[in-house]
Protein backbone atom coordinates (compact mmCIF):
# COMPACT_ATOMS: atom_id res chain seq x y z
CA UNK A 1 0.00 0.00 0.00
CA UNK A 2 1.27 3.55 -0.62
CA UNK A 3 2.01 5.64 2.08
CA UNK A 4 3.58 8.84 2.61
CA UNK A 5 6.17 10.01 5.34
CA UNK A 6 7.45 13.46 6.68
CA UNK A 7 10.35 12.78 8.94
CA UNK A 8 10.39 15.80 10.73
CA UNK A 9 7.72 16.13 13.59
CA UNK A 10 8.57 19.45 14.58
CA UNK A 11 10.66 22.70 12.59
CA UNK A 12 11.79 25.88 14.18
CA UNK A 13 12.34 28.74 11.56
CA UNK A 14 13.84 32.34 12.24
CA UNK A 15 11.40 35.09 10.13
CA UNK A 16 12.98 35.59 6.39
CA UNK A 17 14.80 32.55 6.85
CA UNK A 18 14.27 30.09 3.98
CA UNK A 19 12.32 26.84 4.75
CA UNK A 20 12.41 23.30 3.61
CA UNK A 21 9.91 20.52 4.50
CA UNK A 22 10.57 17.14 3.46
CA UNK A 23 8.20 14.27 2.46
CA UNK A 24 8.93 10.62 0.99
CA UNK A 25 6.62 8.76 -0.77
CA UNK A 26 6.50 4.91 -1.01
CA UNK A 27 4.56 3.67 -4.46
CA UNK A 28 5.38 1.80 -7.40
CA UNK A 29 4.47 3.99 -9.86
CA UNK A 30 4.12 8.12 -9.99
CA UNK A 31 1.75 8.87 -7.25
CA UNK A 32 -0.44 12.57 -7.24
CA UNK A 33 1.13 14.39 -4.95
CA UNK A 34 0.08 17.57 -2.51
CA UNK A 35 0.48 19.81 0.24
CA UNK A 36 -1.86 21.17 2.01
CA UNK A 37 -1.40 23.89 5.22
CA UNK A 38 -3.78 24.37 8.14
CA UNK A 39 -4.11 27.04 10.83
CA UNK A 40 -5.05 25.65 14.26
CA UNK A 41 -8.93 25.22 14.10
CA UNK A 42 -9.14 25.54 10.39
CA UNK A 43 -9.76 23.49 7.41
CA UNK A 44 -7.22 21.97 5.25
CA UNK A 45 -6.18 24.81 2.29
CA UNK A 46 -4.14 23.43 -0.60
CA UNK A 47 -0.63 24.87 -1.28
CA UNK A 48 0.19 23.17 -4.55
CA UNK A 49 -0.21 19.57 -6.13
CA UNK A 50 1.74 17.44 -8.88
CA UNK A 51 0.64 14.98 -11.07
CA UNK A 52 2.94 14.75 -14.10
CA UNK A 53 5.47 17.36 -16.22
CA UNK A 54 7.54 19.66 -14.75
CA UNK A 55 8.95 18.21 -11.67
CA UNK A 56 8.97 22.08 -9.94
CA UNK A 57 5.70 23.09 -8.95
CA UNK A 58 5.02 26.45 -8.24
CA UNK A 59 1.97 26.95 -5.31
CA UNK A 60 0.30 29.68 -3.69
CA UNK A 61 1.83 32.16 -0.66
CA UNK A 62 5.50 31.69 -2.30
CA UNK A 63 5.78 28.31 -1.85
CA UNK A 64 7.12 25.61 -4.37
CA UNK A 65 8.18 22.07 -4.08
CA UNK A 66 10.18 19.26 -6.06
CA UNK A 67 9.34 15.95 -7.32
CA UNK A 68 12.35 13.67 -7.29
CA UNK A 69 11.45 10.44 -8.45
CA UNK A 70 15.34 8.82 -7.89
CA UNK A 71 14.27 10.20 -4.74
CA UNK A 72 10.87 9.30 -3.86
CA UNK A 73 10.33 12.56 -2.74
CA UNK A 74 8.46 16.14 -2.78
CA UNK A 75 9.84 18.36 -0.52
CA UNK A 76 8.32 21.65 0.11
CA UNK A 77 10.75 24.64 0.07
CA UNK A 78 9.69 28.79 0.66
CA UNK A 79 12.63 31.27 0.06
CA UNK A 80 11.92 33.60 2.84
CA UNK A 81 9.25 32.83 5.77
CA UNK A 82 6.89 35.04 7.00
CA UNK A 83 5.43 34.59 10.16
CA UNK A 84 1.99 34.00 9.04
CA UNK A 85 3.50 30.55 7.62
CA UNK A 86 3.21 29.02 11.22
CA UNK A 87 0.92 26.59 10.84
CA UNK A 88 0.76 22.55 9.81
CA UNK A 89 1.69 20.85 6.86
CA UNK A 90 1.25 17.68 5.71
CA UNK A 91 1.81 16.02 2.78
CA UNK A 92 -0.29 13.60 0.69
CA UNK A 93 -0.51 11.13 -1.87
CA UNK A 94 -3.42 9.75 -3.98
CA UNK A 95 -2.43 6.50 -5.43
CA UNK A 96 -4.14 6.78 -8.74
CA UNK A 97 -5.95 3.36 -7.82
CA UNK A 98 -8.92 5.17 -7.06
CA UNK A 99 -8.79 5.11 -3.56
CA UNK A 100 -8.57 8.19 -1.85
CA UNK A 101 -5.48 11.12 -0.41
CA UNK A 102 -3.56 9.82 2.17
CA UNK A 103 -1.63 12.17 4.39
CA UNK A 104 1.68 11.99 5.99
CA UNK A 105 1.69 12.99 9.86
CA UNK A 106 2.23 16.33 9.68
CA UNK A 107 5.14 18.64 10.04
CA UNK A 108 4.19 21.60 12.83
CA UNK A 109 5.86 24.67 11.70
CA UNK A 110 6.95 27.93 14.42
CA UNK A 111 8.15 30.67 12.90
CA UNK A 112 10.85 32.53 15.49
CA UNK A 113 11.12 36.72 15.12
CA UNK B 1 -19.47 27.91 -6.17
CA UNK B 2 -16.03 26.40 -5.89
CA UNK B 3 -16.67 25.54 -2.14
CA UNK B 4 -17.54 22.16 -0.06
CA UNK B 5 -19.78 24.03 2.79
CA UNK B 6 -19.95 22.09 6.16
CA UNK B 7 -22.85 22.36 8.90
CA UNK B 8 -22.66 23.00 11.48
CA UNK B 9 -19.30 24.16 12.53
CA UNK B 10 -19.25 22.99 15.54
CA UNK B 11 -21.43 20.20 17.53
CA UNK B 12 -21.74 19.11 21.13
CA UNK B 13 -23.95 16.22 21.43
CA UNK B 14 -24.18 13.61 24.48
CA UNK B 15 -23.92 9.72 24.42
CA UNK B 16 -27.39 8.73 23.71
CA UNK B 17 -27.89 11.56 21.20
CA UNK B 18 -28.38 11.21 17.61
CA UNK B 19 -27.08 13.80 14.91
CA UNK B 20 -26.14 14.40 11.31
CA UNK B 21 -23.47 16.40 9.78
CA UNK B 22 -23.79 17.74 6.29
CA UNK B 23 -21.49 18.50 3.27
CA UNK B 24 -22.50 20.22 -0.15
CA UNK B 25 -20.94 21.43 -3.06
CA UNK B 26 -22.05 22.72 -6.23
CA UNK B 27 -18.82 22.01 -8.35
CA UNK B 28 -20.64 18.84 -10.33
CA UNK B 29 -18.13 17.05 -8.27
CA UNK B 30 -19.22 13.04 -8.33
CA UNK B 31 -16.84 11.68 -5.43
CA UNK B 32 -17.24 12.80 -1.86
CA UNK B 33 -15.53 12.16 0.92
CA UNK B 34 -15.21 11.82 4.91
CA UNK B 35 -12.16 12.37 7.00
CA UNK B 36 -11.86 12.49 10.59
CA UNK B 37 -9.20 14.52 11.87
CA UNK B 38 -7.93 14.06 16.00
CA UNK B 39 -5.63 17.07 17.12
CA UNK B 40 -2.23 17.13 16.55
CA UNK B 41 -2.95 14.31 14.00
CA UNK B 42 -3.35 14.18 10.02
CA UNK B 43 -7.02 13.34 8.74
CA UNK B 44 -8.18 9.74 8.46
CA UNK B 45 -10.14 8.65 5.61
CA UNK B 46 -13.61 7.25 7.01
CA UNK B 47 -16.04 6.59 3.91
CA UNK B 48 -15.80 7.55 -0.01
CA UNK B 49 -18.87 7.98 -2.02
CA UNK B 50 -18.82 7.66 -5.56
CA UNK B 51 -21.56 8.77 -8.06
CA UNK B 52 -23.98 8.53 -4.90
CA UNK B 53 -23.03 4.86 -3.68
CA UNK B 54 -20.66 4.03 -0.84
CA UNK B 55 -17.11 2.93 -2.93
CA UNK B 56 -14.87 2.92 0.30
CA UNK B 57 -15.47 2.56 4.11
CA UNK B 58 -12.48 1.72 6.34
CA UNK B 59 -14.04 -0.20 8.61
CA UNK B 60 -15.65 2.89 10.63
CA UNK B 61 -17.92 1.82 13.72
CA UNK B 62 -21.55 1.78 12.94
CA UNK B 63 -22.57 4.81 15.54
CA UNK B 64 -21.21 6.48 11.98
CA UNK B 65 -23.96 6.04 9.41
CA UNK B 66 -22.83 7.86 6.17
CA UNK B 67 -25.95 9.07 3.34
CA UNK B 68 -25.27 10.07 -0.24
CA UNK B 69 -28.90 11.39 -1.01
CA UNK B 70 -27.97 13.16 -4.20
CA UNK B 71 -25.30 13.50 -6.04
CA UNK B 72 -24.34 17.62 -4.01
CA UNK B 73 -25.08 16.11 -0.41
CA UNK B 74 -23.47 13.92 1.81
CA UNK B 75 -24.30 13.58 5.60
CA UNK B 76 -22.80 11.94 8.26
CA UNK B 77 -25.35 10.59 10.66
CA UNK B 78 -24.02 10.00 14.42
CA UNK B 79 -25.57 7.72 17.31
CA UNK B 80 -24.44 6.85 20.57
CA UNK B 81 -20.74 8.37 20.22
CA UNK B 82 -18.41 8.03 22.34
CA UNK B 83 -16.18 10.87 23.90
CA UNK B 84 -13.06 9.57 21.87
CA UNK B 85 -15.07 10.03 18.67
CA UNK B 86 -14.48 13.89 19.79
CA UNK B 87 -12.86 15.67 16.62
CA UNK B 88 -12.93 17.52 13.60
CA UNK B 89 -14.43 15.69 11.00
CA UNK B 90 -13.52 17.03 7.28
CA UNK B 91 -15.84 16.83 3.95
CA UNK B 92 -13.96 16.76 0.69
CA UNK B 93 -14.72 16.13 -3.04
CA UNK B 94 -13.56 15.91 -6.45
CA UNK B 95 -14.24 15.54 -10.10
CA UNK B 96 -14.39 11.59 -9.58
CA UNK B 97 -12.94 9.20 -7.68
CA UNK B 98 -9.24 8.63 -8.76
CA UNK B 99 -7.71 10.87 -11.49
CA UNK B 100 -5.24 13.91 -11.83
CA UNK B 101 -8.59 16.36 -10.51
CA UNK B 102 -7.61 16.68 -7.29
CA UNK B 103 -9.96 17.30 -4.01
CA UNK B 104 -11.52 20.42 -2.19
CA UNK B 105 -11.78 20.42 1.34
CA UNK B 106 -14.95 21.46 3.86
CA UNK B 107 -13.73 23.95 6.73
CA UNK B 108 -14.72 20.66 9.21
CA UNK B 109 -17.41 20.43 11.97
CA UNK B 110 -15.68 20.12 15.40
CA UNK B 111 -17.65 17.68 17.13
CA UNK B 112 -17.55 17.21 21.05
CA UNK B 113 -19.16 14.75 22.73
CA UNK B 114 -19.48 14.60 26.13
Known amino acids: AQSVTQPDIHITVSEGASLELRCNYS??????LFWYVQSPGQGLQLLLK??????LVQGIKGFEAEFKRSQSSFNLRKPSVHWSDAAEYFC???????????FGKGTTLSVSS | DTEVTQTPKHLVMGMTNKKSLKCEQH?????MYWYKQKAKKPPELMFV???????INESVPSRFSPECPNSSLLNLHLHALQPEDSALYLC?????????????FGSGTRLTVV
Open chain 2, 92 to 104: ASSQAQGGDYGYT
Open chain 1, 27 to 32: YGATPY
Open chain 1, 50 to 55: YFSGDT
Open chain 1, 92 to 102: AVDNQAGTALI
Open chain 2, 27 to 31: MGHRA
Open chain 2, 49 to 55: YSYEKLS
